[in-house]
């Protein structure tokens, strides 16, 4: 079956961080991000803060539902929740896959790990609902 | 914390104490548009962890506070974030020896009407005095 076509577009916040679509499947999708020290939590550390994080978590997670879905649908975030695994290496970019594991008629749940080289070193794993806005 | 993070300056996030609560307060700009006209969720959860922090290092008013580790944070969204001001604001729930746990609140126009609300739990790394983050 021919993938669905994810447009994540160069605009708003998802240009900004450089958001970009690098794998997808089914029900799952692949973004990534480069490294910038304007995302830093503090200038001395230029360890990446968890905004740009969650922010690559909840845009691979709508793009894993648009997957599953096989069509793009309004949404919105319900709620997320992640866990801090480790910080992340200054320096590397930030991979998240995100799976869509269910998709009712108004709700779609998501899983997602993000990471900065090796999947099974995650920095983060989230857990997230999103409802959809529209058909 | 005397610097807001570079994140924080990136998202246009600055203080303002001025009702004597640490309040973060974020002026609409593209830059952290989401889907169409709205913010995107992760400029409000990075506002509302933010605010966290902010809440936590009034914890510390005298001392040098210890090194804060985030655990985790779990983000409840109740409303789209408009193209207009949004302000996050946390409380420090307990604070531990070494677990501390804040409750935040994310608002636009009307404080009543919260458009998100986030729980944050840190580590505190007592032995090691840090920047805070």
């Known amino acids: 079956m021919a993938e669905t076509a994810i447009e994540l577009g160069d605009e708003g916040h ?10 997808q499947g089914e029900d799952w999708a692949e973004l990534v991000f480069d490294y910038d020290p304007r995302l830093a939590m503090s200038v001395g550390s230029g360890i990446i803060a968890s905004g740009p994080i969650i922010s690559l978590i909840d845009t691979a997670s709508g793009a894993a539902i648009i997957a599953r879905n096989k069509k793009f649908r309004p949404m919105a975030t319900l709620d997320l929740r992640i866990d801090y695994m480790r910080t992340a290496v200054p320096g590397r970019s930030l991979t998240a896959r995100a799976t869509c594991y269910r998709i009712t008629r108004n709700v779609a749940f998501v899983r997602c790990e993000a990471h900065d080289g090796d999947p099974d070193d995650p920095v983060a794993c989230a857990m997230a609902s999103f409802f959809f806005t529209a058909d | 914390m005397a610097v807001l993070p570079p994140y924080a300056e990136m998202i246009g996030a600055r203080r303002d104490n001025s009702s004597g609560e640490p309040i973060l307060t974020v002026g609409w700009q593209p830059d952290i548009e989401g889907r169409r006209g709205f913010i995107h969720g992760g400029v409000i959860a990075g506002l509302l962890e933010m605010a966290c922090y902010e809440a936590l290092h009034r914890e510390f008013p005298d001392g040098v506070p210890p ?3 985030p655990i985790n944070v779990a983000v409840d969204y109740l409303r789209g974030g408009l193209m207009i001001e949004t302000h996050a604001v946390a409380q420090i729930v307990r604070i531990g020896k070494r677990v501390a746990n804040a409750t935040a609140l994310c608002w636009q126009n009307d404080r009543s009407k919260p458009i998100a609300t986030a729980r944050m739990h840190f580590l505190l790394d007592r032995d090691r005095a840090g920047t805070g983050q």
């Open chain 1, 14 to 23: 998802v240009g900004v961080l450089g958001l970009r679509l690098v794998a």
């Open chain 2, 67 to 69: 090194r804060m580790k």
